[in-house]
């Protein structure tokens, strides 16, 4: 039973486009969301993070949306670059009850030249 | 300041053996929590140690087993290992008073 998902294994954006990469969630329990990225042969990174009582919140060329009655968040990378061609992971927590942090599949972010 | 170390980075194991993976966490940080990640998965949460004791359990056997020390590093000890085991074996740090884990590169585990 996958609580989060993210239904697209791969995407390509042209450099300096807007990567826009989405995710969705089945528990309403969870109240905090993450975006992790990883390299080949590294460990997941942390990237940006929203808490469940906002909608937004941005980080330099990061931004995170979140729709809590469509159970959906985003990250939108803009301008992108080619350093940012890597796997993404969205995460959500129930942190009020646990610190236990669950991972979607990931997808895969190819920045084109 | 070094992050969360883990060894080794790479082990081949033949099925029906145990396995040992351990992690240092990063500097300041006192809970440790284990993923699995298999090719093309996301990481699937195993277990997490705080205060030695292993604080919340993921859907994983019990031939999956860890251990944390005084300092804060853990082992995972995986039993009678099956080819379905073969995978990244990531470990991640973190602290009450920052909410988010820092990971290790993983170690890659082949049963052969």
């Known amino acids: 039973d996958q609580q989060v998902k993210q239904n697209s294994p791969s995407l390509s954006v042209q450099e300096g486009r807007i990567s826009i990469l989405n995710c969705d969630y089945t528990?309403?329990?969870?109240?905090?969301f993450l975006w992790y990225k990883k390299y080949p042969a590294e460990g997941p990174t942390f990237l940006i993070s929203i808490s469940s009582i906002k909608d937004k919140n941005e980080d330099g060329r990061f931004t995170v949306f979140l729709n809590k009655s469509a159970k959906h968040l985003s990250l939108h990378i803009v301008p992108s670059q080619p350093g940012d061609s890597a796997v993404y992971f969205c995460a959500a927590s129930e942190m009020n009850r646990d610190d236990k942090i669950i991972f979607g599949k990931g997808t895969r972010l190819h920045i084109l030249p | 300041d070094a992050g969360v170390t883990q060894s080794p980075t790479h082990l081949i194991k033949t099925r029906g053996q145990q396995v040992t993976l351990r992690c240092s966490p990063k500097?300041?940080?006192?809970?440790v929590s284990w993923y699995q990640q298999a090719l093309g998965q996301g990481p699937q949460f195993i277990f997490q140690?705080?205060?030695?004791?292993?604080?919340q359990r993921g859907n994983f056997p019990d031939r999956f087993s860890g251990h944390q020390f005084p300092n804060y590093s853990s082992e995972l000890n995986v039993n009678a290992l099956l080819l379905g085991d073969s995978a990244l074996y990531l470990c991640?740090?973190?602290?009450?008073?920052?909410?988010?884990?820092?990971f290790g590169s993983g170690t890659r585990l082949t049963v052969v």
């Open positions: 528990n309403s329990m969870f109240d905090y």
């Open positions: 140690y705080y205060e030695e004791e292993e604080r």
């Open positions: 500097s300041g940080h006192d809970t």
């Open positions: 991640a740090s973190s602290s009450n008073e920052y909410y988010g884990y820092t």
